[in-house]
């Protein structure tokens, strides 16, 4: 299985909330003026968070991260 980082840009994300639409396993609507990441759990992480995942859902987060419109998003295959 395949480990991801994604990191989340707190000065550019604009609360769009696409990501929270296509994933919201991952990504929700912080207290503060950005989405934060949560873990499987339901655990905030923040904006940085590291796990390993199956291909086909590395997938989906993908197109989270493609549908951030300020691309205040990102992920990197570690």
């Known amino acids: 299985m395949p480990k991801i980082t994604v990191k989340i840009d707190p000065s550019t ?20 003026s950005h989405v934060e990441l949560i873990d499987s759990n339901g655990k905030i992480e923040g904006t940085e968070y590291s796990f390993e995942l199956a291909e086909a859902e590395v997938e989906k987060i993908e197109d989270a991260v493609e549908s951030c419109p300020t691309r205040a998003i990102s992920m990197t295959r570690i």
């Open 13 to 32: 994300c604009i609360l769009a909330a696409n990501c929270v639409g296509m994933e919201p396993k991952l990504f929700q609507i912080g207290a503060e």
